[in-house]
């Protein structure tokens, strides 16, 4: 199972982060995450 276990592990790493870039490449995302950043500095 250790090399079939990390092929698996490290395929689904892979995917996670390809849908990660795509969720960010969003417009509707990338509003939420600028908002979301402006909002944590005024609080500081």
Same mark, same amino acid.
């Given at each position: 199972?250790?090399?079939?276990?990390?092929?698996?592990?490290?395929?689904?790493?892979?995917?996670?982060?390809?849908? %990660?870039?795509?969720?960010?490449?969003?417009? #509707?995302?990338?509003?939420?995450?600028? #908002?979301? %950043?402006?909002?944590?500095?005024?609080?500081?």
């Amino acid at each position: 199972m250790g090399f079939i276990g990390k092929a698996m592990k490290s395929g689904i790493a892979l995917k996670a982060g390809q849908m %990660l870039i795509r969720q960010a490449q969003k417009p #509707e995302n990338q509003r939420k995450a600028k #908002e979301l %950043l402006a909002k944590a500095k005024r609080k500081r």
